[in-house]
């Protein structure tokens, strides 16, 4: 009972403190606040969230007081002595050699990959990798200095060799103290079992905001490689637009190798310099040097899987001679079952106002002559798609060959748009589309197909083997059986030698008494 009466006293007395500290009833929030942002606000009385707290008597606390600093943008792309910005490049002899890159800031003064058969469990392979055992390897970094924006950093280079084809690798890079995480990859395969890989066009502009839903849509479909046909960003020289382009496609570069090409974007020039391939390009991208000497990592080919790729430079104009030439000789010795080609600056614009006379003067006749099944190439921020062309003089193909051997494609994966000019060579047109394009190569057939940055396709074709010829198909028509020409020669060849050794045998059968 005395407990009771005292929990009530208690209870009473806790209920009058609770209600003399509470506020008196709190206004209600206006419901009819104009919502039209064209109203003015009312002017907060409140200090700004952002602005750094007074410090009211800093003699006593000793602190002296901070700044009001004005605001700034953060620099998110300054480097670090982690490793970031990792690529992997497709090199010579891609079922065996694959190129990764990464970059730190300039304390970071030696660089290193670890690398072995992918493992299931993480530790393990930490611990194979840290051992040398159970296939790991460790290779030292070829270590090149970079400016970025006024600071120093590191780009590191590495080239794995003695790869199996077609293994699934694990791998990190780093300095022995800092390492990124592991990623995959997958080395090209033997022989011409079919592969995929995506091609963009320009991404160029605001690259992160934009562009990174593309390549991630594009990602989707599970790519062998990625092919790029220039001006990946606008500012060749600009680390930050290039922290841009790595952050947009985050480990999707780590893990999914790239091929480029440059565009005029990657070359910058000024009053007193000429222009000049960004350092950046070859410190970030480990690609073959085997085309034109001097234009290493931009004049290039390699075979993938029965597919030979050349990447011409069609930004040095001085050189397109040269190029052209070397592009004959890469052609004539060429087994592959396919040729593609890629370069920046199109055979034919799709956009208005827009030629390269001197890229389809030097480069359209060896291209043709060789039969080079498909031309991957940007520029002109718009879609255009020929049919199969062939000898077309013309910027507008209007003179060209009633039958060729090559499909021509500009396209953009970026945000920036130019209007289209409608001409007599484009089969298929398209502008304000961000597209990528995902391309299946078999023995039989280069499917492409073109799809929009929210995955819509926008466009397809086949281009089948008709002989020695290319044709093309489009979706719906009839694929001729394969080996057509020569199943007729087939027929017509049992025809003839069969129908004879039946006659003769049923003359044989009637002489021979019954
Ligand atoms: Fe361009």
Redesign the pocket.
């Known amino acids: 009972m005395r407990l009771t009466i005292t929990s009530i006293v208690f209870s009473a007395a806790m209920a009058g403190f609770v209600l003399a500290q509470s506020p008196a009833e709190a206004p209600k929030a206006k419901e009819d606040s104009p919502k039209d942002p064209a109203v003015p606000a009312q002017k907060s009385t409140e200090s700004p969230k952002e602005m750094p707290p007074v410090v009211k008597d800093a003699k006593k606390t000793g602190s002296p007081a901070p700044k009001a600093e004005k605001s700034v943008p953060v620099d998110r792309f300054s480097p670090t002595p982690r490793p970031e910005r990792l690529n992997l490049t497709l090199l010579e002899h891609p079922q065996s050699r694959m190129g990764v890159t990464w970059r730190t800031d300039s304390t970071v003064t030696k660089g290193m990959v670890q690398v072995g058969p992918a493992n299931n469990s993480g530790y393990a392979m930490r611990a194979h990798a840290e051992k040398g055992t159970g296939g790991f390897r460790t290779i030292e970094a070829k270590t090149t200095p970079v400016d970025a924006g006024g600071e120093k950093a590191h780009y590191h280079k590495v080239t794995l060799e003695e790869l199996e084809p077609g293994t699934l690798y694990a791998y990190r890079a780093g300095d022995g103290n800092n390492w990124s995480e592991w990623h995959h990859f997958r080395p090209a395969k033997t022989g011409s079992r079919p592969f995929r890989f995506v091609y963009f066009g320009?991404a160029q502009n605001d690259v992160l905001d934009y562009w990174s839903r593309v390549i991630r849509q594009a990602d989707r479909f599970s790519p062998d490689f990625m092919l790029h046909a220039?001006?990946l960003i606008d500012r060749g020289e600009n680390d930050k637009e290039w922290g841009q382009w790595h952050a947009a496609g985050g480990w999707i570069h780590a893990s999914v190798p790239c091929l480029p090409t440059p565009?005029?974007?990657e070359y910058s020039g000024s009053a007193n310099r000429k222009s000049r391939l960004t350092p950046h390009w070859n410190a970030q991208f480990n690609l073959p040097a085997n085309g034109v000497k001097g234009l290493e990592g931009t004049c290039y080919y390699i075979d993938y899987q029965n597919t030979r790729f050349i990447s011409l430079n069609t930004n040095e104009k001085d050189r397109f001679e040269e190029q052209a030439a070397w592009l004959d000789s890469v052609l004539s010795a060429n087994h592959c079952r396919w040729t593609i080609v890629t370069f920046?600056h199109p055979v034919y614009s799709s956009a208005k106002n827009r030629d390269n006379a001197e890229v389809r003067k030097f480069f359209r006749p060896v291209i043709e002559k060789y039969k080079v099944a498909l031309v991957l190439q940007?520029?002109d921020h718009s879609y255009g798609r020929s049919g199969m062309m062939a000898g077309a003089e013309e910027a507008d193909g209007s003179d060209m060959a009633k039958r060729g051997d090559t499909v021509y494609v500009v396209s953009v994966s970026g945000p920036k748009m130019y209007q289209l000019n409608d001409r007599a060579w484009m089969e298929v047109r398209g502008e304000q589309k961000q597209l990528f394009q995902v391309i299946d190569v078999s023995a039989d057939a280069i499917k492409y197909e073109a799809y929009t940055a929210t995955g819509e396709k926008f466009d397809a074709f086949e281009i089948r083997r008709d002989g020695a010829r290319n044709k093309l198909v489009n979706p719906g028509e009839p694929i001729a059986a394969p080996g057509g020409p020569l199943m007729v020669l087939w027929l017509a060849a049992s025809v003839v030698v069969l129908v004879p050794v039946g006659l003769l045998g049923i003359r044989f059968a009637r002489k021979v008494p019954g």
């Open positions: 320009d220039g001006d565009g005029n974007h920046h940007g520029h």
